[in-house]
């Protein structure tokens, strides 16, 4: 969810409790390109959900299939 800041300060991404790890990377995979990404602040949260802060580590192109 992208936030009121043009540089990315208040962009969040909701997780599952039981995926929550912020020492793990994880990958968010689109068409053309996987991101890795590091969790950071929780933010808000609710039954079964967490709504954090990430940094984005790397940007990995794909090979067309």
Request: aromatic letters at 10%.
């Amino acid at each position: 969810m992208p936030g009121p800041d043009a540089c990315g300060r208040g962009d969040a991404i909701v997780v599952s409790e039981g995926a929550y790890d912020p020492r793990a990377k994880y990958q968010l995979a689109f068409e053309e390109c996987v991101f890795v990404i590091a969790l950071n602040r929780v933010r808000r949260q609710g039954r079964g959900w967490i709504s954090c802060g990430y940094e984005v580590l790397e940007q990995q192109h794909r090979e067309a299939a």
